[in-house]
């Protein structure tokens, strides 16, 4: 049973930092396509990839957070993180970590989200 349950949200102001960790059971973080998505509430509620850290070990980031949120993965914790820093107001919203065999968006199992706001 593949489960991916996230942590460390919560509210932090502009200019801080947050360290989210996506705790994987059933398979092993280091075979599989891992990623972080964010969903902003709205009328649709699109999920966007944030960054992608391919079986490669390539990382690709959304451009609004190249420089500022960096993805790793520790393997004797079988656990995926993303360092977020210099938080902006528009990097709120509810993350979610994502994984599959391959990088495909359809083939993800997803967690269960942590939300994370910013203020002013």
């Known amino acids: 049973q593949v489960q991916l349950v996230e942590s460390g949200g919560g509210s932090v102001q502009a200019g801080g930092s947050l360290r989210l960790s996506c705790a994987a059971s059933g398979f092993t973080v280091s075979s599989y396509c891992m990623a972080w998505f964010r969903q902003v509430p709205g009328d649709k509620n699109e999920r966007v990839g944030v960054a992608v850290f391919d079986t490669d070990a390539s990382t690709v980031y959304l451009d609004s957070v190249k420089g500022r949120f960096t993805v790793s993965e520790d393997n004797a914790k079988n656990t995926l993180f993303l360092q977020m820093n210099n938080l902006k107001v528009d990097d709120t919203g509810t993350y979610f970590c994502?994984?599959?065999?391959?990088?495909?968006?359809?083939?993800?199992?997803w967690g269960q989200g942590t939300q994370v706001t910013v203020s002013a």
């Open positions: 994502a994984a599959a065999p391959r990088c495909i968006y359809s083939d993800y199992t």
